[in-house]
Nanobody
């Protein structure tokens, strides 16, 4: 059974940093595309970043709103995915979700992350004060 557990959310001032982690179990990271999504109150869910290793090549995607500030990484030994968030601003306030989907049903490039992610964590709140 695929399970995803996020951690690392919290309250930070604008300009601060947070590091979110997603502990994955029930599958091997190399076989999946991992994604971070977020949803702010009253807004639709937004894709933030994705990562996979297709054909042994690391592929990552970042939304324009976070490019240059957020960094996604994966650790196949620990089976975790991390989202390092720097220079946070109040617009980054949201519940952040980790998601996973079998790699063969996704496509990740620098311009987009395509896939109907089927497995989700419970989410972790990130609040950035102005």
């Amino acid at each position: 059974e695929v399970q995803l557990v996020e951690s690392g959310g919290g309250l930070v001032p604008a300009g601060g940093s947070l590091r979110l982690s997603c502990a994955a179990s029930g599958f091997t990271l190399e076989d999946y595309t991992m994604g971070w999504f977020r949803q702010a109150p009253g807004k639709e869910r937004e894709e933030v970043s994705c990562i996979n290793r297709y054909d042994d090549y690391g592929n990552t995607y970042y939304a324009d709103s976070v490019k240059g500030r957020f960094t996604i990484s994966s650790d196949s030994v620990k089976n975790t995915v991390t989202l390092q968030m720097d220079n946070l601003n109040p617009e980054d306030t949201a519940v952040y979700y980790c998601a996973a989907h079998p790699i063969e049903w996704t496509l990740v490039t620098t311009k987009y992350c395509l896939g109907d992610f089927g497995s989700w964590g419970q989410g972790t709140q990130v609040t950035v004060s102005s």
